[in-house]
């Protein structure tokens, strides 16, 4: 069965600092790995993607992603958190077997000045 | 490009009541997904349909919940008879070519929200 997991509840950062946002998946066969981001009383932004090639991912809003077969990963970062950047962020699996996307259960990320 | 179109964006009913919720996805997107969001959670597919077809509803409530897509573009969730738990958001989400590389990704509207009394 596939799954997606976001360890963290809750993530805090100063502002200027690099920030971190961990998930983890399970899925047989290739995975097609997706980010969004989720403002208050806002839907789901699509953030990034990984379908295949580079393992580093660039996305919008100077965020990146890495995807690292050997350990399951899809870590969403960003080498300088801003204020702004203050919000609910998702981990997404879609399998290339399959056309279902399904999403973690989300991590709040809050950036201090 | 228009983005994905929802209404309302909030309700309120009383439990055992019904309710209906709109959507309009992107123009091409034959695949349409609703999503229910507990607060706190994340989101939770319910049914996916693929142009006028369903792919999955494994999730779907299907005693209380339904959903069509007539034509193979806008589509409509209904509740009825809501209960309590059902206080939700639900988001309509569209994507062009699921599971197929490029172009998966599903982009999603604002979202209805429902309180159930």
């Known amino acids: 069965a596939q799954s997606v997991a976001q360890p963290e509840d809750q993530v805090n950062v100063a502002e200027g600092n690099p920030l971190t946002v961990k998930c983890t998946y399970s899925?047989?066969?290739?995975?097609?790995l997706f980010w969004y981001v989720q403002y208050p009383n806002r839907g789901l932004q699509f953030l990034l993607k990984?379908?295949?090639?580079?393992?580093l991912v660039k996305g919008s809003y100077g965020f990146e992603a890495e995807f690292n077969k050997s350990q399951t990963s899809f870590h969403l970062k960003k080498p300088s958190a801003l204020v702004s950047d203050s919000a609910l962020y998702f981990c997404?699996?879609?399998?290339?077997?399959?056309?279902?996307?399904?999403f973690g259960s989300g991590t709040r990320l809050s950036i201090r000045p | 490009e228009a983005g994905v179109a929802q209404s309302p964006r909030y309700k309120i009913i009383e439990k055992r009541q019904s309710v209906a919720f709109w959507c309009n996805p992107i123009?091409?997107?034959?695949?349409l997904y609703w999503y229910q969001q507990i607060l706190g959670q994340g989101p939770k597919l319910l049914i996916q349909?693929?142009?006028?077809?369903?792919?999955?509803d494994s999730q779907l409530p299907k005693d209380r919940f339904s959903a069509e897509r007539l034509k193979g573009v806008d589509s409509t969730l209904k509740i009825q008879p809501a209960k309590l738990e059902d206080s939700a958001v639900y988001l309509c989400?569209?994507?062009?070519?699921?599971?197929?590389?490029?172009?998966?990704?599903?982009?999603f509207g604002q979202g209805t929200r429902l309180t159930v009394v």
């Open positions: 989400a569209s994507s062009f070519r699921p599971g197929q590389g490029a172009d998966t990704e599903a982009f």
């Open positions: 899925v047989s066969g290739n995975p097609y």
């Open positions: 990984y379908i295949t090639g580079d393992n």
């Open positions: 997404a699996l879609g399998p290339s077997s399959a056309s279902k996307i399904i």
């Open positions: 123009s091409g997107h034959a695949t």
């Open positions: 349909f693929q142009n006028n077809g369903v792919v999955d």
